[in-house]
């Protein structure tokens, strides 16, 4: 019979690992890299200028075309990635 | 109607960057953890696939020397079949590690491709200058799929293989189709424009 009336909470969950967390990092530095090259060279965003601007130019952007590829990461992979690093322990 | 040569650099560069990433995430967790959902398992091989496709029109309309046409030809074959080989590792149809010699294959072709392309010096362009850097960077770059190719589980191997496609993805972002290098720009290459 058990008589304890509180059972111990589980420990809590370990840090996330160092690879969970550059896994996790890769897609939020890879979008800031982008912000960063628009910071540095607005130029580069044609959104910024659009005005008289053909469909090329308007779809053709270096540094957000960096912030989506990091952002696609961060949202479509990392999650998953580090759910199953932390499912392995490792 | 067509963009002009420097956007298709920057939107394979886009393509680059993402499979860089997808590589570099998978020496970090190690192969068995990125192969636990069989979605990820094919994730940059198609993609890679998918760009060697791609590569196909590019090869068809930007035609503006007969070399351009072989050099874009062969990048979209090599390409095609790097990204169809580790396509079919990843699905285990292909079962001998040789396959995985196309992706050096691939690079080292390409860098070759980029070299031989090439007509004018280093500093007579960006482009120029991004073509010699961008073939020494493959040709020598290849080393890493070549070893991962050997010893498969290798972080090393597999993070190099990564980080060297996040380098040149750098280096198409930096080109631009007339834009001086360095401060040299050769009167021969034409007016920059925007």
């Given at each position: 019979m058990n008589t304890q009336i509180a059972t111990e909470s589980a420990p809590?969950?370990?840090?996330?690992?160092v690879r969970a967390r550059v896994v996790a990092s890769l897609g939020p530095l890879t979008a800031a890299v982008g912000v960063a090259w628009g910071v540095l060279q607005?130029?580069?965003?044609t959104l910024l200028h659009p005005?008289?601007?053909g469909f090329w130019w308007l779809l053709a952007e270096p540094p957000l075309l960096v912030v989506a590829a990091g952002i696609a990461f961060a949202l479509l992979v990392a999650p998953g990635l580090v759910a199953d690093l932390e499912d392995t322990g490792r | 109607m067509k963009p002009h040569a420097e956007m298709v650099h920057w939107f394979f560069a886009a393509g680059f960057v993402a499979i860089g990433l997808c590589v570099l995430a998978e020496a970090v967790v190690g192969e068995e953890v990125w192969r636990r959902r069989a979605w990820r398992t094919y994730l940059w091989p198609g993609l890679a696939f998918a760009m060697g496709l791609l590569l196909w029109p590019v090869m068809v309309f930007f035609t503006n020397s007969a070399i351009h046409m072989v050099a874009h030809g062969t990048w979209a074959q090599t390409m095609t079949i790097a990204g169809g080989a580790e396509l079919g590792l990843a699905a285990g149809k292909?079962?001998?590690?040789?396959?995985?010699?196309a992706a050096p294959v691939a690079l080292a072709v390409s860098g070759v491709a980029f070299l031989v392309h090439e007509?004018?010096?280093?500093?007579?362009?960006r482009a120029s200058f991004l073509h010699h850097l961008l073939g020494w960077t493959l040709v020598a770059g290849a080393c890493f799929p070549l070893a991962r190719a050997w010893r498969p589980r290798s972080a090393v191997a597999i993070g190099g293989f990564g980080l060297l496609l996040l380098v040149v993805a750098a280096f198409l972002f930096a080109d631009r189709d007339v834009a001086p290098i360095f401060g040299h720009l050769s009167s021969l290459a034409g007016t920059p424009h925007r």
């Open positions: 809590a969950r370990s840090r996330r690992s607005p130029w580069r965003v005005a008289g601007q | 292909l079962r001998s590690r040789l396959w995985r010699l007509q004018n010096p280093w500093f007579f362009a």
